[in-house]
């Protein structure tokens, strides 16, 4: 045995390092062990796949990130730029046309006045009404969730909690009529959903895509210069100049469970490492059944356990290209420097979902496409350029088929896409990455490729987003923590669910 630390946390993505930074600045003696050889997890890079090219893993748009914890943690001085370009969203449509948001509403409503004068005069009133809303709702998520938030929903916020449980569509046709415009905000409402815009609730997952983005009308974009990987790099910097420790390469084989309580854990390896606490970033399944074993936790928590729906059924093909593609309906280069959307309408969402209900990949995946060397051009060779395409639905469990195999017909099912907004692209492509659900399960320790530890709707959000009691992130071991998506508020490059850990833990 070690000499022990206050707190070890498992897992070096962004809500592992940002409650390490928070526990070692408050003075803790803190240790992050990581399994990659790189932190960051969904919000890391592989540099090893293409020479050359930094690989987004998973996120790469750091708009939804908490601005508090920047600020608090000084992450500009471990190298941490963002940059936010004017487009927000891009979305080619039939006929040569394309709808084009901007950080300037004035320029969104002049792009959808083009399709629709109706849709861009109820523009301004439904910017008003979902930035009012998305800030209360932002309230929630800043803070520790509690039962008594559900019922100050009812009696204090009956508009929002109306929306919460329309869903995308319904909520949307109120205001807009245009395809495009539709579309655009039902890929919002499904990004951390296995479900389409027409399934009750999605109007919530809506509402938390729209935190921060101002006055705006759409998400928040913004891009970290240098890769999504100087994020990761910015908070494992804060957790060392703390004093803290991480160390790469180092699976944790098991979390010690003595006397009813988390002692430490053991490492690929045989290596034990005690502590006064044990902070898993891992999916709470993976912590319970893989880490600790359900024998350690009461039947009615194993239960709940299992009946968390995960439902993976995001991949990702990172493209390099020998040139910049050239989309129909673009008003220059400008159009791509935001989000990218391709199939983003109401009813094509909701049929591509359908395939997935079926345990199909679907024919015609609903893309979002980011070119991160329009912002950094040294993410990639000379002349080259990076094209991440984060594909939906290709669900974890297929009925027919299995992954891998079955990625060959998703990639080119992608590509087809593609070649109809963007003709020639195929030609351009000189190497490339698929990360099915499969691989984020493997890989990345996700359970069933499940980006946000878990679906975002409203059974699994607020206090019910913690799958082991009503008081998270506390387990009802003692001394063991869950500090990840998994927890409150939930998925999404935020940082808040490690943010509120380490508060709780620090008040205790």
């Known amino acids: 045995m070690t000499t022990p630390y206050d707190a070890i946390i498992i897992g070096a993505g962004q809500n592992g390092l940002t409650c390490a930074a928070y526990l070692a600045r408050a003075g803790r003696r803190v240790l992050v062990v990581e399994g990659r050889a790189h932190p960051g997890g969904l919000a890391g890079e592989d540099r090893e796949t293409l020479p050359g090219a930094a690989l987004p893993s998973g996120w790469i748009d750091a708009g939804l990130f908490d601005d508090q914890i920047i600020a608090d943690l000084d992450l500009a001085t471990y190298g941490l730029a963002l940059i936010e370009p004017e487009v927000t969203a891009f979305a080619p449509a039939a006929g040569g046309r394309a709808l084009t948001l901007y950080r300037d509403p004035a320029r969104s409503i002049e792009s959808i006045a083009r399709f629709s004068p109706a849709d861009a005069a109820a523009f301004p009133a439904f910017v008003e009404q979902t930035r009012r809303l998305a800030a209360v709702l932002d309230g929630y998520f800043g803070r520790p969730a509690a039962l008594a938030d559900l019922g100050s929903l009812l009696v204090e916020q009956p508009e929002l909690l109306e929306i919460m449980n329309l869903s995308a569509a319904e909520f949307l046709r109120r205001s807009f009529q245009t395809g495009p415009l539709l579309g655009l905000y039902g890929h919002l409402a499904t990004t951390a959903l296995t479900e389409g815009p027409y399934a009750q609730g999605t109007g919530l997952v809506l509402l938390t895509q729209l935190i921060h983005g101002g006055g705006s009308g759409y998400r928040r974009v913004r891009f970290v210069r240098g890769g999504i990987g100087r994020l990761a790099g910015a908070l494992a910097g804060a957790v060392q100049g703390a004093g803290g420790e991480i160390r790469t390469g180092t699976a944790v ?237 939930g998925g999404e490059l935020t940082g808040r669910p490690g943010k509120l850990a380490a508060a709780r833990l620090l008040r205790e």
């Open 253 to 489: 084989e098991k979390i010690l469970v003595k006397n009813g309580r988390a002692a430490g854990v053991v490492l690929a390896g045989g290596e034990q490492l005690t502590a006064g606490r044990v902070i898993s970033s891992a999916t709470p399944w993976h912590t319970c059944f893989d880490l600790v074993g359900p024998t350690a936790f009461d039947p009615t928590i194993v239960r709940r356990v299992r009946q968390t729906l995960y439902r993976g059924s995001t991949a990702r093909l990172n493209l390099l290209l020998t040139g910049l593609p050239v989309f129909s309906g673009q008003d220059g280069v400008e159009s791509l420097h935001g989000h990218i959307l391709v199939g983003a309408d109401l009813d094509g969402i909701e049929r591509a979902f359908d395939d997935t209900k079926y345990g199909r990949i679907s024919d015609r995946p609903v893309l979002d496409l980011v070119i991160p060397t329009l912002h950094d051009p040294n993410l990639a060779p000379d002349g080259h350029h990076l094209l991440a395409v984060t594909a939906r639905y290709a669900p974890f469990a297929l009925r027919d088929g299995s992954w891998p195999a079955a990625g060959r017909v998703l990639r080119e099912r992608i590509l087809a896409e593609l070649e109809k907004v963007a003709p020639g692209i195929g030609r351009l492509v000189a190497g490339e990455q698929l990360l099915t659900p499969v691989d984020y399960a493997n890989q990345l320790g996700l359970t069933e490729g499940c980006w946000t530890h878990g679906q975002m709707h409203q059974a699994q959000m607020f206090a019910m987003r913690s799958v082991v009691d009503f008081d998270p992130p506390k387990t009802p071991i003692e001394g063991l923590w869950l500090c990840g998506s998994g927890t409150h508020p």
